[in-house]
C-alpha cells in the first residue's frame, strides 16, 4: 500500500477506512481494528501512529485518574484496557500529541477521529495547504476538488509557483477558513487576489510576494476590509498602486513588513501615509529605506510601536527615533555602514527606551551600553570577528544571547547569572573545547545551547567539563569538529537532555547514537543528519530502549537504509 502525497494530506486510499482503537471503532472493521491494536503489520505508519496514540491515551488517561482521585466521589479506577467512551475533548487533547504526518494518518484511522480533527482549529492549524509547483488551480483541477472533497477546512496555506484561475469559484470551499497565507511567484490578476482576500474573512496573517506575475493592469474599487488581518508583509512590489489599495482594506495592522529598498517613484510619501493610516494600532515595522524614508518617519507623531528593524539609517537619526516612540520593546538594526557612530549612540538610544527586552545589532567591542539598558531579557549580537567585551556589567535579567562571529574570552559567562538560553553561531575559541564548557557549565539555568560552525584553536580529544548541566533540556550542535571523546563526555554530562540534534557533527557514529539511547533517560526527540549507521546495532537498539523517543536520521547510509530518511 504505497500512499501518496497530495495537497498536505497522505493519501492511502480514496475512502477513509476506519481502523478504530479503544473505543469507537465500527464493527465492520473489526478485523483491521484487531491488527492495528496488536501491532500487526498493516502498514509501517499506522503502527507508527498507534504507539503514538497509545502515548497520548496513557497521559490523558493518568490525568483522568489522578483527578479522579482528588474528587470525594470518586469511582473505583479503572484499568485501561476497559477505559471508558472518550469524549470529543479528550479525544482533542491526546490527539494534540501528534505530529503533522501523524494527525494525516489518523483521519485515516477512524470516521470519528476524522471528524475531531477536521472540527478543531488546533489540529487542523498543524497542516499547511500547499500544491506542487507549475499547478494550475480552477474549478475543473483534480487537486482542488480533493481537497474540497476531504472536507478539511484549513487555516494554514501556502502558494508557490503557481497559476490561479476563476478562484471566485472554488476558493470559499478550500481558503475560506484561512487564518494565515502565503502567495509568492503565483500567477495572478490583482482583481482576482482581491476577491481572494475578501472571501477570506478570518485572515490574520498575509505573506504576499508581489513580482512581475502580480498582474496590475486595472484595479476594481476595495468594497471590503480585512477586519482580522494583523501581520502583512509585502515584497517585491512593482507598483506604487499595491500600497494604496491595502491601505484601503487593513484597519486593524499590528504587523507590517516590506523588506528591501525600493526606487519606485512616489513610493516613500505612500508608504508614510500607510503607516500613518495604521498607526493607532501598528506594533511593529520592518521597512527597508534611505534617508529620506527614515527622516519622514521620525517626524511622525503617534506612532506606538513595540517592536522596529531600522535598515539603511544612520545611527543619528536612529536615536531621533527611539526618543518619539519611546514603548519599543525590540529593536534590531541590520545595516552596520555606520558601526563605529552606533557604539556611541546606542547608550543614548537605550536611555530614550526604557521598555526595551529585545536588541539585534552589530557591535564591536565593548557593549558598555548595555549599562543603559536594564530591562534587557534577549540579545543578539555580530561582532564582525571581534573579541567581545562585557566590561563589569551584571545583566540579572538577560535570559537569552546569540552571539555571531565572535571570538570568545574566558569570562564571557560571568555576566548573565540568570542565563536559560546560548546560541553560538560561527564563533572562535581560543583554547580547545574544555574551554568553551567550562564556563558554560556554570551557568546553572541553562536550558537550550546551539553550536553552529564553532571553531576551536587546539584541538584535543581530553575533554574537561566540570559539573552536570542538569537543567540543559535542548542541545543542538551544527557543523562542529567535535572529537568523539568529547561528544561522549557532553552526552555524559547532559543527562535531562529532552531533545538532542546533531548535523553534520565529525565525532558522530554508532557509538555515539548509542550512548544517547542509553544515556539520556528523559529524551523525547534525537535528530541526527548525515551519517553512516554501520551495522543494524543501532536501528535493533533504537526499537527497543527508545520506543516513546522521536528519532530522525536524516541523509544517514547503512545496510537497512538507502541514501534518505528514517523516522523511528
Known amino acids: 500500500m504505497n500512499p501518496s502525497e497530495r495537497c498536505g494530506i497522505v493519501v492511502f486510499r480514496n475512502e477513509v477506512p476506519c481502523l478504530g482503537s479503544y473505543s469507537n471503532g465500527h464493527s465492520s472493521c473489526a478485523t483491521e481494528c484487531e491488527r492495528i491494536n496488536h501491532g500487526l503489520e498493516y502498514d509501517e505508519r499506522f503502527i507508527r501512529l498507534h504507539d503514538a496514540i497509545s502515548k497520548g491515551f496513557k497521559m490523558v488517561l493518568d490525568k483522568l485518574r489522578s483527578e479522579d482521585s482528588e474528587s470525594e466521589d470518586s469511582d473505583e479506577q479503572k484499568d485501561e484496557d476497559n477505559a471508558p467512551n ?56 483534480e487537486l482542488v476538488r480533493d481537497v474540497i472533497a476531504s472536507g478539511m477546512q484549513h487555516t494554514q496555506a501556502s502558494l508557490r509557483k503557481i497559476t490561479l484561475v476563476g478562484a471566485a469559484a472554488w476558493w470559499p470551499a478550500v481558503g475560506g477558513a484561512l487564518i494565515s497565507l502565503t502567495i509568492a511567484d503565483c500567477k495572478i490578476p490583482i482583481d482576482m487576489l482581491l476577491d481572494v482576500l475578501k472571501l477570506s474573512p478570518s485572515l490574520k496573517r498575509l505573506d504576499l510576494t508581489c513580482g512581475k506575475n502580480l498582474y496590475f493592469h486595472t484595479v476594481k474599487a476595495v468594497d471590503f476590509q480585512l477586519e482580522t488581518l494583523e501581520n502583512l508583509c509585502l515584497t517585491d512590489i512593482q507598483y506604487v498602486k499595491t500600497l494604496d489599495v491595502f491601505q484601503q482594506m487593513c484597519p486593524r495592522l499590528k504587523v507590517l513588513r516590506i523588506p528591501g529598498r525600493s526606487k519606485l517613484a ?78 556611541q549612540k546606542l547608550a543614548k538610544i537605550g536611555d530614550n527606551l526604557p521598555k526595551l527586552k529585545s536588541l539585534t545589532a552589530r557591535i564591536a567591542s565593548p557593549a558598555t551600553f548595555l549599562n543603559f539598558m536594564p530591562e534587557l531579557a534577549q540579545l543578539s549580537l555580530n561582532c564582525s570577528n571581534h573579541v567581545i567585551s562585557f566590561s563589569d556589567l551584571e545583566l540579572h535579567n538577560l535570559t537569552s544571547i546569540t552571539l555571531r562571529s565572535t571570538k570568545l574570552t574566558d569570562n564571557w559567562h560571568r555576566h548573565f547569572p ?151
Open 86 to 141: 472518550l469524549t470529543v475533548r479528550i479525544w482533542a487533547e491526546i490527539l494534540t500529541n501528534l505530529n503533522e504526518t501523524q494527525l494525516a494518518n489518523a483521519r485515516l484511522v477512524c470516521h470519528r477521529w476524522k471528524r475531531i480533527i477536521d472540527r478543531s482549529p488546533s489540529l487542523v492549524g498543524k497542516f499547511v495547504l500547499s500544491f506542487p509547483h507549475g499547478t494550475t488551480l480552477d474549478k475543473h483541477c
Open 266 to 343: 512616489g513610493f516613500i510619501d505612500k508608504l508614510i501615509c500607510f503607516i500613518k493610516a495604521t498607526r493607532r494600532t501598528l506594533e511593529e515595522v520592518a521597512i527597508g529605506g534611505g534617508t529620506d524614508l527614515w527622516e519622514k518617519l521620525s517626524d511622525l507623531n503617534g506612532l506606538l510601536l513595540k517592536r522596529a528593524t531600522f535598515s539603511y539609517v544612520a545611527p543619528e537619526r536612529m536615536v531621533i527615533l527611539s526618543r518619539n516612540v519611546p514603548s519599543i520593546e525590540s529593536l534590531s538594526i541590520d545595516w552596520m555602514k555606520f558601526e563605529d557612530e552606533l557604539l
Open 418 to 568: 540568570n542565563m536559560r538560553s546560548v546560541a553560538l553561531i560561527k564563533c572562535t575559541i581560543d583554547g580547545s573545547w574544555s574551554d568553551l564548557f567550562l564556563p558554560v557549565a556554570q551557568l546553572g539555568k541553562l536550558q537550550h545551547l546551539l553550536l553552529y560552525k564553532v571553531s576551536v584553536a587546539v584541538a584535543s580529544d581530553d575533554v574537561y567539563i566540570p559539573d552536570y548541566l542538569d537543567s540543559l533540556s535542548l542541545l543542538e550542535i551544527r557543523k562542529c569538529r567535535l572529537p568523539k571523546a568529547t561528544l561522549h563526555a557532553l552526552i555524559r554530562f547532559c543527562p535531562m537532555l529532552v531533545r538532542i540534534d546533531l548535523q553534520r557533527v565529525q565525532g558522530v557514529d554508532d557509538d555515539i547514537r548509542l550512548a544517547i539511547g542509553e544515556g539520556l533517560k528523559y529524551l523525547k526527540e534525537s535528530s541526527i543528519d548525515d551519517c553512516v549507521v554501520r551495522d543494524d546495532e543501532f536501528l535493533e537498539h533504537t526499537s527497543k530502549h527508545c520506543g516513546g523517543v522521536e528519532v530522525n536520521l536524516t541523509d544517514c547510509i547503512g545496510p537497512s537504509l538507502s541514501e534518505g530518511e528514517l523516522s523511528v
